[in-house]
């Protein structure tokens, strides 16, 4: 099962589409969780995710905002999916019936 950075790692990818790579993945994160994200920690789990075969990686095209350097484009694979799906299911599942209200 996935753990909870790796989902959001999928997630962000997901939300980002086409447009997916590190930087966009982080921005992603960072917007929808409100805490700061490592990039040392996110380029961990991307290679951790695409050596399980839950995401796909590829250089793309050399940019002028980026100073010429090019951007590790990310794509989330069937079985990234179907990962992602199943760890939503599961948190969905255990918080069942929970109201989640501060004292």
Do not use: H
Request: glycine share 8%.
């Amino acid at each position: 099962m996935l753990g909870e950075f790796e989902y959001l790692v999928i997630s962000a990818a997901m939300q980002r589409g086409e447009k997916a790579y590190g930087a966009a993945i982080r921005d992603e994160i960072e917007q929808t969780t409100k805490r700061p994200c490592s990039i040392g920690a996110l380029y961990t789990t991307l290679d951790r995710l695409e050596s399980k075969a839950l995401i796909a990686t590829w250089m793309g095209e050399a940019t002028s905002e980026r100073g010429g350097r090019a951007k590790r484009m990310v794509r989330v694979t069937a079985k990234g999916i179907r990962a992602a799906s199943e760890f939503y299911n599961t948190v969905k599942f255990a918080s069942r019936g929970l109201v989640w209200e501060a004292d």
